[in-house]
């Protein structure tokens, strides 16, 4: 039990990292001009990931300094979610060391 809620917690914050690249790529395609935020299924993919990945984002913003069009809240988000990747692992580890994880 303790080893899937495990595995459920690592495969959700690595769902949430593959989401902010999404989210990213797509930010870059349409201020590129690749991609029409006009057409409704661009629209409709951009405002599912920026409402998926803003509770993450928003805080990071928060603190970062403003760069001019330059948003590296990203890959800050993506760096804390690999390190929270790490601890969870490092847990996990310990408590089957301990004979706690079955």
């Given amino acids: 039990m303790v080893s899937a809620i495990f595995w459920l917690a690592g495969e959700l914050v690595h769902l949430m990292i593959l989401a902010i690249i999404a989210a ?5 395609l349409i201020s590129f001009g690749v991609a029409n935020p006009r057409n409704q299924l661009v629209y ?3 405002d599912f990931l920026t409402r998926l990945t803003d509770p993450v984002l928003r805080p990071i913003r928060r603190y970062l300094p403003y760069f001019g069009n330059i948003d590296i809240s990203p890959v800050v988000a993506i760096l804390l979610l690999e390190a929270l990747q790490i601890v969870l692992s490092d847990i996990y580890t310990r408590l089957a060391l301990a004979g706690l994880a079955f």
């Fill in 24 to 28: 990213a790529v797509m930010s870059m």
């Fill in 44 to 46: 409709s993919i951009a």
